[in-house]
């Protein structure tokens, strides 16, 4: 799963979410603005960065790593140092960074225990957010990207439903509700038809447009071919349904294996 553009769309969609989960007021995300920075001098973009519109807030590093890097830490603190020199901001920093679960954090510390011990950084665990007795929409969409895959599509129909009741405007449930949608593409291509078939147990979510759109057109065909070219063809067909979820034609290409060229002739065929 490309999970770091997926945390992001929850950010920009529904940004109190990044608070509540570093135990910060979820109003405070009124004070933020999302995005990412770029340090021209150098090169590079950092993507998550919650800039404050005042100056006596920190500003937000956010980092989602999801695969085990015994370099991650070098590498994250070399790229906020160097963002801190290069800006003209003053403003103090905290770095966030989400983990799937605490067997994944395994980046050599030694070097940098006094900052990771130390109220700069906020390490979340996701496996442990099962504690908090009230979440909010974007927290239980946050959980269910590391639910697991037999429960996933029941816990997709209770948030959705839970959107629907909990929030008034339209074109925000409709985000939220394309949130889970794309979070349970990326969490169930590999499974056959049969097993689809008895985790969609629901009936309607059999009726939604997640199941009808990218499972019923052909995606479990390509599937349960033994053949390359099968496994391939059911990926195409599944291509106009993710850039109708706003997914890039980068993100459609890591998420099926596929090479990017492949993914844009046939967006450009099915169009």
């Not at 959107?163 to 499974?191: F, G, N, S």
Request: hydrophobic share 40%.
């Amino acid at each position: 799963m490309k999970t770091d553009s997926i945390f992001y769309r929850i950010f920009q969609s529904i940004p109190s979410t990044f608070f509540e989960l570093i135990n910060q007021p979820p109003q405070l995300a009124s004070a933020y603005q999302f995005s990412s920075v770029e340090v021209k001098q150098l090169a590079f973009r950092i993507d998550g960065v919650f800039l404050p519109n005042a100056t006596e807030l920190p500003i937000y590093f956010a980092e989602v790593q999801f695969q085990s890097d015994k370099k991650f830490y070098s590498r994250l603190f070399t790229e906020i140092f160097n963002y801190l020199d290069k800006t003209e901001l003053t403003n103090n920093w905290c770095g966030v960074v989400i983990f799937p679960s605490r067997s994944v954090d395994t980046g050599d510390t030694e070097r940098y225990t006094e900052i990771l011990n130390s109220q700069r950084v906020t390490r979340v665990y996701l496996d442990e957010l099962s504690s908090i007795k009230a979440s909010s929409i974007g927290i239980q969409t946050v959980q269910l990207i590391v639910e697991p895959e037999s429960t996933a599509p029941t816990k997709a129909l209770e948030i959705a439903s839970n959107a629907r009741h909990q929030i008034a405007d339209v074109t925000q449930q409709k985000e939220i509700i394309q949130l889970i949608e794309t979070i349970l593409i990326y969490k169930l291509p590999r499974l056959s038809q049969e097993e689809i078939g008895k985790m969609f147990g629901a009936n309607e979510l059999r009726q939604s447009k997640f199941y009808q759109d990218v499972f019923a057109e052909g995606k479990q065909e390509g599937k349960q071919e033994g053949r390359q070219e099968g496994r391939q063809e059911g990926k195409l067909e599944t291509i106009p349904q993710l850039l109708a979820l706003g997914l890039s034609i980068e993100q459609i290409a890591q998420a099926l294996g596929l090479d990017e060229q492949v993914v844009r002739q046939a967006a450009q065929l099915k169009s």
